[in-house]
């Protein structure tokens, strides 16, 4: 058991939460005899159970009222378990936030030695590591000013300065990195990789897919109070953003709705003859089974599926589709005549299904795909329908460009070269 | 259990509370620190002027002004540390809910820096001891242990009432009724001989306060201030006030440690 640095056994929370809506005094006087029925019980964690090993760095993942900050609280000992144990082998920070107790009225150099004795520094301690705290948050000149003088960055460079002396051996971090310009931001990432490679046991909430998978070994999800994934931080993450699809998807058809209502106010743009006519276009699963709108790492290729109905007699039309990202900007377009595939003579009222497969190589973001049929040639347009089928895309793995797919690298260190 | 109470963090942290108490009081005032001297000096002024000048009372008793400067700054301690650790746990709710710290050390911290307080006020005292020409007696030496007594008895209610406070809101305005209360039922602005029912004199002098501003005036200013021992002439009823401190204090302890687990999710 001596790898074993923090163990949570069966752990449930419940929150009184009382009734304070007493709108008369005669009201509140009844509610003051019947005290024990004005309030509700909320569970906001039921039965977590988890253990994080020595030099591990543990992911706690979660939607908002998941749970996450009350299992933390109750981690850095500042909520009590309703039922359940918690075992910590080792010291613990004590905090899950930064520059918790500083004071607006207080100078800089005041509130580094309050903040100091607060997680367990002696002064003289704090006087031989303030010139380096002072130094690292970059506020040398500002020390003697007060603290409501500061910017909010500032602020928060000087709790971090001083939260990372923490000599605990197990560390909670609550997403620090939600503040901060772009430079701070380097220096936290650089702190959690100099974390990695001391082997410090770290547990890290955050909902960050990207960070958690780059740092963390293994962790736990948690979904309205319960511990729904624990293991390998992949599956986790994945799991995650499985559960944020399918909330997301939920929300998505209520917005279509409403923006349905609103096209037939101002329809999207269309144009050509309507020799053959663009009848519906709709993403699908791979196995053209249902109806998708998100695509994750896991959907290998987006299925396109668009119905034309033709009016006219007409030889070998060109089928095409385009596809626009959420600026606008043209990023992938097609067709039959460039595939080079073979098209039939088609007469009134045929209707013909259109198949595209595209391998999911696109970043995460919405989507729009707009089908069209022009003639044998590709010059006359029969019919052009804008933003007919929407979808978006969601990749665990950060880029900042067009294309987002899995790849490798490799680095070797060639040796010195001394010409 | 002591030791740990008393860990060099712990001492630390206690510590740097009190100073941050201290810089955060006079914030912004011209005087600051000052002040903790000044207002006693005014206050004695005050009470001198109305009590000893125009209402005559306690003539009998010698140094009757520092007779009755010390017993309001006694109760004036007791009354400003009460109040303020009420209101301390709630008060520092940022703390509380976001880091883990023995609770207790927030309303210690807040007792402390009252206590300072009590020393400067007592300061001023000691000049007026001077200018009123009042011997110097041998019983001061008692001092300490009795003002350790309303330490003790102030931080049992101090914690009791602090804890309360996090559930039940209504706290500080009943504590604010009984400190009224007792402010008139302790011999404060008036000698005790002016009470003439014996019994009343008995009931007023089991209050904790009552025995102790009466030993304290006994010990520093004058002999005359009738103690406890003088009103129940011996016998073990003397030892009640006592009683009630030690009670007090472990009740509120006991109470306060039972109720901090669930400060964090109360406030």
């Not at chain 1, 020390?143 to 001083?162: C, E, H, W």
């Not at chain 2, 880091?99 to 400067?120: A, D, G």
Request: glycine share 6%.
């Amino acid at each position: 058991m001596d790898d074993i640095a923090i163990g949570v056994d069966n752990v449930s929370k419940l929150f009184k939460l009382p009734h304070e809506k007493n709108a008369s005094i005669k009201s509140s006087t009844i509610n003051f005899y019947k005290r024990n029925k004005s309030y509700e019980l909320q569970q906001a964690l039921k039965d977590i159970s988890f253990e994080v090993k020595k030099g591990e760095f543990f992911g706690i993942v979660g939607r908002n009222g998941s749970g996450k900050s009350t299992l933390l609280k109750i981690l850095a000992g500042i909520y009590s378990p309703t039922r359940g144990s918690i075992s910590v082998n080792g010291t613990l920070t004590p905090f899950i936030e930064l520059g918790v107790g500083f004071n607006p009225e207080l100078t800089g150099r005041e509130n580094v030695y309050l903040n100091g004795a607060l997680l367990g520094f002696s002064r003289k301690e704090m006087q031989a590591m303030y010139d380096d705290i002072v130094e690292f948050a970059e506020l040398e000149k500002f020390m003697d000013q007060k603290l409501k003088n500061y910017s909010s960055g500032m602020q928060v460079r000087l709790a971090f300065s001083i939260a990372i002396r923490a000599q605990s051996d197990i560390l909670l971090i609550d997403e620090v990195l939600a503040v901060g310009d772009a430079i701070f931001q380097k220096k936290c990432y650089d702190y959690f990789k100099e974390l990695k490679k001391n082997k410090r046991t770290v547990i890290f909430v955050s909902h960050d897919t990207t960070a958690l998978q780059e740092y963390c070994d293994r962790g736990i999800l948690l979904d309205g109070g319960e511990l729904v994934e624990k293991g390998k931080i992949g599956r986790v993450a994945r799991d995650y953003i499985d559960l944020l699809n399918a909330s997301e998807e939920k929300a998505e058809k209520k917005k279509e709705d409403i923006v349905n209502q609103d096209k037939k106010q101002e329809p999207p743009k269309r144009w050509g003859t309507r020799d053959i006519e663009v009848i519906s276009a709709e993403t699908l699963d791979s196995r053209e089974f249902s109806q998708k709108k998100i695509f994750t790492d896991r959907d290998k290729s987006i299925t396109l599926r668009v119905i034309y109905r033709a009016k006219e007699k007409k030889d070998s039309p060109v089928y095409g589709i385009t596809i626009y990202d959420s600026a606008g900007e043209n990023i992938f377009q097609s067709n039959s005549m460039w595939l080079r595939e073979q098209t039939s003579e088609i007469t009134p009222g045929l209707e013909v299904e259109v198949i595209w497969d595209i391998p999911n190589i696109f970043n995460s973001g919405s989507f729009t795909a707009s089908p069209a049929v022009a003639d044998k040639a590709g010059s006359v347009i029969y019919d052009w329908r804008d933003e007919l089928a929407t979808f978006k895309v969601r990749k665990t793995l950060q880029s900042a460009a067009f294309a987002n797919v899995a790849h490798t690298m490799r680095i070797k260190n060639k040796g010195e070269n001394n010409d | 259990m002591i030791r740990h109470v008393f860990s060099k963090k712990n001492r630390a942290l206690l510590a740097e509370l009190v100073r941050t108490d201290f810089k955060l009081r006079y914030q912004g005032s011209a005087l600051g620190y000052a002040w903790s001297l000044l207002r006693p000096l005014l206050l004695f002024i005050i009470l001198y002027l109305v009590f000893a000048k125009f209402l005559k009372l306690g003539t009998e008793v010698p140094h009757f002004p520092v007779y009755l400067l010390l017993g309001i700054v006694i109760w004036n301690f007791f009354n400003e540390m009460t109040v303020q650790s009420l209101g301390s746990i709630v008060g520092r709710g940022d703390l509380i809910r976001k880091i883990r710290i023995p609770r207790w050390i927030i309303v210690l911290s807040t007792s402390i820096s009252t206590l300072i307080n009590l020393f400067l006020n007592l300061l001023v005292v000691v000049v007026f001891l001077f200018i009123n020409h009042v011997d110097l007696l041998r019983t001061t030496l008692w001092l300490p242990l009795i003002l350790l007594e309303v330490y003790i008895f102030a931080l049992g209610l101090s914690l009791f009432l602090s804890a309360a406070y996090v559930k039940y809101r209504d706290v500080n305005y009943i504590w604010e009724v009984i400190l009224q209360a007792g402010f008139y039922l302790t011999p404060i602005l008036y000698p005790l001989a002016l009470i003439t029912n014996v019994t009343f004199q008995k009931l007023i002098m089991l209050n904790p306060m009552s025995q102790a501003i009466q030993d304290i005036r006994y010990a520093a200013v004058t002999h005359q201030s009738r103690t406890i021992y003088q009103v129940f002439e011996g016998g073990w009823y003397k030892f009640i006030p006592f009683i009630i401190v030690v009670l007090v204090f472990l009740i509120g302890l006991t109470y306060f440690r039972k109720e901090s687990k669930y400060f964090a999710e109360n406030i």
